[in-house]
């Protein structure tokens, strides 16, 4: 039974380019939940989705970050034009749909802006 | 004031010792309360589950939760060096809700 799959593990990207993160949730989840970490900082939420919905992206930047969760395939945490400061740790969590017994996190895409 | 404080450490202990990792938070809705560990360059992995108040004991790992001091703890008996990691507490409000983490404490066990 695998586990949460990020792919990319590791993403280099210059200023400016587009920086895809995917992630497929454990089989029988339903819920995907993306999370950034900052060096020497806690995981702050991002964004919260369910299968062709955003539930809940309150953590998310207003501009040039989106999610998508589309019926087939996995989930996409899309980054334009990258600055230096999205370098970080994205992680990536799922859940049942009752979300019991609380998330099981991916191994994460550590994105790194030059 | 951060919603959830955690003392990041680093706190280094021998072999065998008994640790004690705490979180404060300051938001009341809060009612389901997890730590997780996470090593260096992993994602961070559930360790314990606690909704409300009361205890949880699974080996050697006991959680607290004390509502009414918006206070929990986790405690590790017979610590061993492959504990050394990163603890981190995380609270929500909701079963399928965003958690709020801590910022993590480093536990270093030596030999």
């Known amino acids: 039974n695998a586990g949460v799959m990020q792919n990319p593990r590791h993403l280099v990207r210059r200023r400016g380019q587009e920086a895809r993160l995917r992630c497929s949730p454990m089989?029988?989840?339903?819920?995907v939940y993306w999370y950034r970490q900052l060096p020497e900082e806690g995981l702050k939420f991002m964004v919260y989705l369910q299968k062709e919905n955003i539930i809940d992206e309150s953590g998310m930047p207003k501009e040039r970050f989106s999610a998508e969760f589309p019926k087939e395939g996995p989930s996409i945490l899309r980054i334009q034009q990258v600055v230096r400061g999205d370098s970080a740790a994205y992680f990536c969590?799922?859940?049942?749909?009752?979300?019991?017994?609380?998330?099981?996190f991916g191994s994460g895409t550590r994105l790194t802006v030059v | 004031q951060k919603e959830v404080e955690q003392d990041p450490g680093p706190l280094s202990v021998p072999e065998g010792a008994i640790v004690s990792l705490n979180c404060t938070y300051s938001n009341s809705a809060f009612q389901y309360f997890m730590w997780y560990r996470q090593y260096s360059r992993k994602g961070p992995e559930l360790l314990m589950y606690t909704y409300s108040s009361g205890n949880k004991e699974d080996g050697r790992f006991t959680a607290q939760v004390d509502k009414s001091s918006k206070y929990i703890s986790l405690f590790i008996r017979d610590s061993q060096p492959s504990d050394s990691a990163t603890y981190l507490c995380a609270m929500s409000a909701g079963t399928a809700s965003k958690l709020t983490f801590g910022t993590g404490t480093r536990l270093q066990v030596t030999l």
């Open positions: 089989k029988g989840h339903s819920h």
């Open positions: 969590a799922s859940s049942t749909q009752a979300g019991a017994y609380g998330y099981t």
